[in-house]
């Protein structure tokens, strides 16, 4: 076990090497110049601001000069500056991606029960009414454009029915408290500010469920399909024959076993709701990395272009790596040799 | 261990649901509008880099600058006229080239400190040095220094009638010069490279203006607290600015109560502001024009380089349509003078000739029309579409046989290509970098949208001699005349049309008054009040 995580670890290192080269690359090739993206129309026609600009972020330099730079700050760990915020790049993702971080654990959670949930009562009472209900659901989630249902659900349950918030991580007439994790909703359990921790999660309620829809959805059919699959095999057969209660045999026998590919898809999922990220975030005002990501795509922000990059590689992998060692603690057959 | 999970996940959303319920109505009144009439929140899509006024151009940038520092001076409500500030009066020698300026008395920072000539030098020489965005504005400024406590003499390398205007912009803001160095600022000529002081301007302000910076996190939020040594009127004792990207969504925080102001907004978000609700629309014309560039290079923009082809262009567009797509508050200028600016005309009211239009196809040996490409970035002005720009050119342009196609495209490689002078034919717009009349010389030929556009300095001598006139000369009657006779050549013989003055539409809460426009700072939040 240790082994292939060791061995899981080491190939991380050579897939961000290849993530930060092939996004150094990629973002070069782009047929725009940073420096128009970032100086005014009278900074463009001043050779000495100009000058000044190229020296600063090294765009003086060949490009070849640049990447060993890049590598070179890299490898001590430093991301380097965003070229648009002025700051280091690892403060930027450290200041955004608890926002994420905590939207998406959200998502996943309602994504998760609702998913499972719909999934087996689907299974259950197959080819049923609830059964197409449930499938239509999963079917929306899947299909409808995220931004879109965002738009919607924040239209009919914040403006017409007045249940959740507006946009933001908290009240628009207070301030996000400064330090802890970041994470407000753990921030504000540790420290007994209960009323913010109410006000954070009402916050986090319509956002999270807009994005784990999608999740939700993928997990319910996925849990259906399995769960069905394991209903017909002999096991099950000789449970029912033995005169166990369906009720068990469902939670007992088969419920666990239909888990491993619900567990894949659940994975995938999480990484999807951080692709996912930039309309949404966009939509609840919601100041994580995918907002991030957007403003510097645009603004042709090198090193913080890569700079998230990395960082969702090392998710998705890391996330992977989980995934897998789950499939040994609810698979004993799994091994990891 | 599957059941575990799921059983404390479920734990999990009854808890956030039950806080949250209990959370639900506790903020607002009934009235959607808050019991604390001394915040003020305004919703923003900002473009905000730095807080930093010697290096910040970003569009927003004065909303901020004119909140927290003082210039010598200043725009005032929605005019774009130059109006005294930290300055009381200034003195003009002969050359046109020295400028003495006298400071008001008593004024003070926000540390306490008295604000003083030094502060001013000091100011001005860090923008100058620090090669920067806002340097840009200050190129024409070759000495600066303080006579005495009060007194400041800025040496101009040529005249420049719009010395002033530029004075506005928030590259002239001055700093508490004190904190600055004592936060690593210079103002030294290597400033460039070893000024330290952005990262703190980025998080506390310097300056002299009604409010002080409180906190500023990037596309999250800003909270600026009452100057306490500001001695003008300051009705909000508290802002909070808070980035919320996305235009409907600002509306509907508006509707809710939940903000004050929604800024980022356009015609197509204001349409659905229900009258006697929360919110009233608010529309004031802006400096921001949309123009279609018809390459002048032959080999580049083929057809559309033809002098007769431009002008059956400029004749068959529908101009009223454009004004209405635009919003309310839209303005169609003669040519490249915005409405506000000095000698401004407007466009007439019968302009569009199709026949003429026709005519001059005809002339031009186009009578059956041909197809062309048109450029349209996905972007917006004030909240109008480019790519609508484009498709209402498009039908305009079909009555002269005229087929666009229209190619859409990312703002960054767009505008790439449009700066080489590489596009044929393209939708852009342009907004000041300062209000004044120099600012919009950048289409005579040869200057910067002029050399985009690809047209020579050659191809109108008197144009280019008419704007060196105009550059230097300070006499507004004697500018205005040379500001009419340069909007009328380029009315009819330019390789550009230019199609509307955008509005600003955006929209407040009911309850919020002091509420005026101004193309350069946006709103003066000091001003901004919440009735009770």
Same mark, same amino acid.
């Given at each position: 076990?240790?082994?292939?995580?060791?061995?899981?670890?080491?190939?991380?290192?050579?897939?961000?090497?290849?993530?930060?080269?092939?996004?150094?690359?990629?973002?070069?090739?782009?047929?725009?110049?940073?420096?128009?993206?970032?100086?005014?129309?009278?900074?463009?026609?001043?050779?000495?601001?100009?000058?000044?600009?190229?020296? !600063?972020?090294?765009?003086?330099?060949?490009?070849?000069?640049?990447?060993?730079?890049?590598?070179?700050? @890299?490898?001590?760990?430093?991301?380097?500056?965003?070229?648009?915020?002025?700051?280091?790049?690892?403060?930027?993702?450290?200041?955004?991606?608890?926002?994420?971080?905590?939207?998406?654990?959200?998502?996943?959670?309602?994504?998760?029960?609702?998913?499972?949930?719909?999934?087996?009562?689907?299974?259950?009472?197959?080819? !049923?009414?609830?059964?197409?209900?449930?499938?239509?659901?999963?079917?929306?989630?899947?299909?409808?454009?995220?931004?879109?249902?965002?738009?919607?659900?924040?239209?009919?349950?914040?403006?017409?029915?007045? *249940?959740?918030?507006?946009?933001?991580? *908290?009240?628009?007439?207070?301030?996000?408290?400064?330090?802890?994790?970041?994470?407000?909703?753990?921030?504000?359990?540790?420290?007994?500010?209960?009323?913010?921790?109410?006000?954070?999660?009402?916050?986090?309620? @319509?956002?999270?469920?807009?994005?784990?829809?999608?999740?939700?959805? @993928?997990?319910?059919?996925?849990?259906?399909?399995?769960?069905?699959? $394991? @209903?017909?095999?002999?096991?099950?057969?000789?449970?029912?024959?033995?005169?166990?209660?369906?009720?068990?045999?469902?939670?007992?026998?088969?419920?666990?076993?239909?888990?491993?590919?619900?567990?894949?898809?659940?994975?995938?999922?999480?990484?999807?709701?951080?692709?996912?990220?930039?309309? $949404?975030?966009?939509?609840?005002?919601?100041?994580? *990395?995918?907002?991030?990501?957007?403003?510097?795509?645009?603004?042709?922000?090198?090193?913080?272009?890569?700079?998230?990059?990395?960082?969702?590689?090392?998710?998705?992998?890391?996330?992977?790596?989980?995934?897998?060692?789950?499939?040994?603690?609810?698979?004993?057959?799994?091994?990891?040799? | 261990?599957?059941?575990? =999970?799921?059983?404390?996940?479920?734990?999990?959303?009854?808890?956030?649901?039950?806080?949250?319920?209990?959370?639900?109505?506790?903020?607002?009144?009934?009235?959607?509008?808050?019991?604390?009439?001394?915040?003020?929140?305004?919703?923003?899509?900002?473009?905000?880099?730095?807080?930093?006024?010697?290096?910040?151009?970003?569009?927003?940038?004065?909303?901020?600058?004119?909140?927290?520092?003082?210039?010598?001076?200043?725009?005032?409500?929605?005019?774009?006229?130059?109006?005294?500030?930290?300055?009381?009066?200034?003195?003009?020698?002969?050359?046109?080239?020295?400028?003495?300026?006298?400071?008001?008395?008593?004024? /003070?920072?926000?540390?306490?400190?008295?604000?003083?000539?030094?502060?001013?030098?000091?100011?001005?020489?860090?923008? =100058?040095?620090?090669?920067?965005?806002?340097?840009?504005?200050?190129?024409?400024?070759?000495?600066?220094?303080?006579?005495?406590?009060?007194?400041?003499?800025?040496?101009?390398?040529?005249?420049?009638?719009?010395?002033?205007?530029?004075?506005?912009?928030?590259?002239?803001?001055?700093?508490?010069?004190?904190?600055?160095?004592?936060?690593?600022?210079?103002?030294?000529?290597?400033?460039?490279?070893?000024?330290?002081?952005?990262?703190?301007?980025?998080?506390?302000?310097?300056?002299?203006?009604?409010?002080?910076?409180?906190?500023?996190?990037?596309?999250?939020?800003?909270?600026?607290?009452?100057?306490?040594?500001?001695?003008?009127?300051?009705?909000?004792?508290?802002?909070? =600015?808070?980035?919320?990207?996305?235009?409907?969504?600002?509306?509907?925080?508006?509707?809710?109560?939940?903000?004050?102001?929604?800024?980022?907004?356009?015609?197509?978000?204001?349409?659905?502001?229900?009258?006697?609700?929360?919110?009233?629309?608010?529309?004031?014309?802006?400096?921001?024009?949309?123009?279609?560039?018809?390459?002048?290079?032959?080999?580049?923009?083929?057809?559309?380089?033809?002098?007769?082809?431009?002008?059956?262009?400029?004749?068959?567009?529908?101009?009223?349509?454009?004004?209405?797509?635009?919003?309310?508050?839209?303005?169609?200028?003669?040519?490249?003078?915005?409405?506000?600016?000095?000698?401004?005309?407007?466009?007439?009211?019968?302009?569009?000739?199709?026949?003429?239009?026709?005519?001059?196809?005809?002339?031009?040996?186009?009578?059956?029309?041909?197809?062309?490409?048109?450029?349209?970035?996905?972007?917006?002005?004030?909240?109008?579409?480019?790519?609508?720009?484009?498709?209402?050119?498009?039908?305009?342009?079909?009555?002269?046989?005229?087929?666009?196609?229209?190619?859409?495209?990312?703002?960054?490689?767009?505008?790439?290509?449009?700066?080489?002078?590489?596009?044929?034919?393209?939708?852009?717009?342009?907004?000041?970098?300062?209000?004044?009349?120099?600012?919009?010389?950048?289409?005579?030929?040869?200057?910067?949208?002029? /050399?985009?556009?690809?047209?020579?300095?050659?191809?109108?001598?008197?144009?280019?001699?008419?704007?060196?006139?105009?550059?230097?000369?300070?006499?507004?009657?004697?500018?205005?005349?040379?500001?009419?006779?340069?909007?009328?050549?380029?009315?009819?013989?330019?390789?550009?049309?230019?199609?509307?003055?955008?509005?600003?539409?955006?929209?407040?809460?009911?309850?919020?008054?002091?509420?005026?426009?101004?193309?350069?700072?946006?709103?003066?939040?000091?001003?901004?009040?919440?009735?009770?």
């Amino acid at each position: 076990m240790l082994r292939f995580i060791a061995r899981r670890l080491l190939f991380l290192l050579f897939l961000l090497f290849g993530v930060a080269l092939f996004v150094f690359i990629l973002s070069h090739l782009v047929p725009s110049d940073p420096v128009a993206a970032n100086l005014s129309q009278s900074a463009l026609n001043n050779p000495e601001i100009v000058a000044a600009f190229k020296e !600063k972020w090294g765009l003086d330099q060949s490009l070849f000069s640049q990447l060993l730079l890049y590598f070179q700050h @890299l490898l001590t760990g430093d991301l380097g500056t965003s070229i648009r915020t002025g700051r280091p790049v690892f403060d930027d993702l450290m200041q955004f991606f608890p926002a994420t971080l905590e939207l998406s654990i959200v998502a996943m959670v309602i994504a998760l029960v609702l998913g499972i949930l719909f999934g087996t009562i689907s299974a259950i009472f197959r080819n !049923k009414a609830i059964d197409h209900i449930i499938r239509t659901v999963s079917i929306s989630g899947v299909s409808i454009p995220s931004f879109w249902f965002a738009l919607i659900m924040l239209n009919i349950f914040s403006s017409v029915l007045g *249940i959740t918030p507006g946009p933001g991580r *908290i009240d628009t007439r207070t301030t996000t408290p400064e330090g802890g994790t970041g994470l407000l909703l753990l921030d504000s359990f540790i420290s007994g500010n209960f009323q913010l921790f109410s006000d954070v999660a009402m916050h986090l309620i @319509l956002p999270g469920t807009v994005l784990g829809f999608f999740t939700m959805g @993928l997990i319910a059919r996925q849990t259906r399909s399995n769960l069905l699959e $394991v @209903l017909s095999m002999d096991y099950v057969r000789t449970a029912r024959s033995k005169g166990l209660k369906e009720s068990a045999i469902i939670v007992k026998h088969a419920i666990s076993n239909a888990m491993i590919p619900v567990i894949t898809v659940a994975g995938i999922g999480f990484c999807n709701l951080l692709g996912g990220m930039v309309l $949404v975030e966009n939509i609840f005002a919601w100041p994580g *990395i995918g907002q991030y990501a957007y403003l510097s795509a645009v603004s042709l922000d090198f090193p913080a272009i890569c700079g998230v990059s990395l960082l969702i590689a090392f998710i998705y992998v890391v996330i992977n790596l989980l995934i897998d060692i789950l499939y040994g603690v609810i698979d004993p057959r799994v091994r990891y040799e | 261990m599957m059941k575990k =999970i799921s059983l404390l996940s479920i734990l999990l959303v009854l808890v956030l649901s039950l806080f949250a319920c209990s959370n639900n109505g506790e903020k607002t009144n009934e009235s959607g509008g808050t019991s604390n009439t001394d915040t003020i929140v305004i919703g923003v899509a900002s473009d905000w880099k730095t807080l930093d006024p010697a290096r910040a151009y970003e569009v927003f940038g004065n909303l901020y600058f004119y909140a927290t520092y003082e210039n010598l001076y200043t725009l005032e409500g929605s005019e774009l006229i130059p109006k005294p500030a930290l300055a009381k009066e200034y003195t003009v020698d002969e050359s046109g080239l020295v400028y003495t300026f006298k400071l008001e008395e008593g004024r /003070k920072f926000s540390s306490g400190n008295a604000v003083t000539a030094e502060d001013v030098v000091f100011s001005f020489n860090r923008t =100058i040095n620090l090669k920067d965005n806002a340097s840009a504005l200050a190129k024409g400024v070759v000495k600066v220094e303080a006579l005495d406590d009060k007194t400041v003499v800025v040496n101009l390398k040529e005249k420049d009638a719009s010395f002033l205007s530029k004075l506005t912009s928030n590259a002239f803001a001055v700093v508490d010069s004190k904190v600055v160095k004592e936060q690593g600022g210079s103002d030294a000529e290597d400033a460039s490279t070893t000024d330290a002081a952005t990262t703190h301007l980025d998080g506390t302000s310097a300056g002299s203006g009604p409010y002080v910076l409180k906190k500023w996190t990037p596309n999250t939020e800003m909270v600026l607290e009452k100057n306490p040594y500001y001695t003008g009127t300051v009705n909000a004792s508290k802002i909070i =600015i808070k980035e919320i990207p996305d235009p409907n969504t600002q509306i509907q925080a508006l509707e809710k109560g939940e903000i004050d102001v929604a800024l980022s907004v356009g015609p197509d978000q204001v349409k659905n502001i229900k009258e006697g609700g929360n919110s009233k629309v608010v529309s004031s014309p802006t400096s921001t024009l949309s123009f279609l560039l018809m390459n002048n290079s032959t080999e580049i923009g083929k057809e559309m380089s033809d002098p007769l082809v431009q002008q059956a262009v400029r004749y068959a567009l529908d101009y009223k349509g454009f004004q209405q797509l635009a919003g309310d508050g839209a303005l169609l200028p003669m040519s490249f003078v915005q409405d506000g600016f000095v000698g401004a005309k407007s466009r007439s009211d019968n302009y569009q000739n199709l026949e003429k239009a026709k005519e001059l196809m005809k002339k031009a040996g186009y009578e059956k029309g041909f197809t062309v490409p048109l450029t349209a970035a996905n972007y917006d002005s004030e909240g109008l579409s480019w790519v609508t720009i484009a498709e209402k050119v498009k039908e305009d342009l079909a009555k002269i046989n005229i087929n666009v196609e229209i190619q859409t495209g990312d703002i960054g490689v767009v505008i790439e290509d449009y700066r080489n002078g590489k596009t044929p034919f393209l939708v852009m717009h342009w907004s000041p970098d300062y209000y004044d009349l120099s600012n919009q010389l950048a289409f005579i030929p040869g200057d910067i949208v002029g /050399k985009r556009a690809n047209w020579e300095p050659s191809a109108n001598a008197k144009l280019v001699s008419l704007s060196e006139q105009a550059k230097v000369e300070i006499d507004d009657t004697k500018r205005a005349e040379i500001s009419g006779k340069m909007q009328e050549i380029i009315a009819e013989n330019s390789p550009y049309a230019f199609l509307v003055q955008h509005p600003k539409s955006f929209a407040v809460g009911v309850n919020l008054e002091g509420v005026t426009y101004n193309d350069l700072y946006k709103l003066r939040l000091n001003e901004l009040k919440l009735s009770k």
